[in-house]
């Protein structure tokens, strides 16, 4: 293939999988503070389903032809002339360009060096991909967000989806008491991550078997919302990550003391040398479902089941 074009996957229209158009397009150029990323794994998350359909955040991105993806691991081929953190060579991963236009979804990409950290040489690309986006959500909201203290009780929705099983790990070495909602085929596997306690949500309304819980990371939303507040004890938070909260159940909330609001990762590469330490140390381990990038709509119809234990992610080179 000639050096100076891609395999690229882009985005014409919004709608079904078949929009997803495998094309070839010519290799990004970098501006002075980025980096040119020949990109060996990408994850994927329910908001590249959702901004696929012309949902999750496609308002934000003008640009066409799309190129969907925010979730990167490769190796370094060039360097803007104001980067002095990376090198030809260097093995790195990251979330570029979140909320934005992220371009992931090519075999090169060109990515803002502050968002990115080196990859773990502990680990393959594809677990660091993995770890990305998910894990920067979980990050922010449990440590910057929310403040998790040692000894706080938490209640995780999803918790064996991909923001859910990095949050559980990460907040069980924070030391708080951490309660799971999954399936009952999930049990085992949350247990192994460190949740103190599984709650089928199949079988049983979380709301009547836990109570005086300090935070809810609710990766659901919906009707898990006002459930969720029922839970709290005063002065407790409520962050939900996939959808904003109605005014209405913000003020019930707040007529509790509870803080009930969304929140929206943002690209962070301080947070992802956080991060790529923990992958280095083993303490953060990611749970990963293997694709190759030709199988981009299967793995699409795959993360839109909503039932996915982990992450996907998918090898280009």
Excluded: C
Excluded at 297 to 308: F, I, K, L, R
């Amino acid at each position: 293939m000639n050096k100076h074009i891609m395999k690229a996957i882009i985005l014409n229209e919004f709608g079904g999988t078949d929009q997803l158009i495998h094309t070839e397009l010519p290799v990004p150029s970098i501006k002075d503070d980025e980096v040119l990323v020949k990109v060996v794994a990408i994850s994927i998350n329910p908001v590249d389903v959702k901004t696929r359909t012309g949902k999750g955040i496609s308002g934000r991105i003008k640009e066409r032809p799309l190129i969907l993806g925010w979730d990167i691991s490769g190796i370094v081929t060039a360097t803007g002339k104001a980067v002095s953190s990376f090198k030809t060579g260097d093995e790195v991963f990251g979330m570029v360009n979140f909320p934005g236009h992220g371009k992931a979804y090519a075999e090169y990409l060109a990515a803002p060096a502050a968002q990115l950290a080196l990859k773990p040489a502990t680990i393959t690309h594809q677990q660091a991909a993995a770890t990305t986006l998910a894990a920067l959500t979980a990050w922010q909201v449990l440590f910057q967000q929310a403040s998790l203290q040692q000894g706080q009780r938490v209640l995780i929705h999803a918790a064996a989806g991909g923001v859910g099983h990095f949050a559980v790990q990460l907040a069980r070495q924070a030391g708080a008491y951490v309660i799971g909602t999954a399936s009952a085929a999930n049990k085992d596997f949350l247990m192994e991550l460190g949740a103190n306690e599984h709650i089928d949500y199949k079988s049983q309304r979380f709301e009547e078997v836990v109570s005086y819980v300090d935070l809810v990371l609710d990766a659901v939303g919906g009707e898990l919302i006002p459930r969720s507040l029922a839970v709290l004890k005063p002065n407790g938070k409520l962050i939900s990550i996939p959808t904003t909260i109605a005014p209405d159940l913000v003020q019930q909330a707040a007529a509790r003391n509870i803080d009930a609001f969304f929140y929206l990762v943002q690209s962070n590469g301080k947070d992802m040398e956080r991060l790529a330490a923990l992958l280095n140390e083993g303490a953060l381990r990611p749970y990963v479902n293997h694709y190759d990038f030709s199988q981009m709509d299967m793995a699409h119809q795959q993360q839109a089941t909503g039932s996915t234990r982990g992450k996907i992610v998918l090898t280009i080179a």
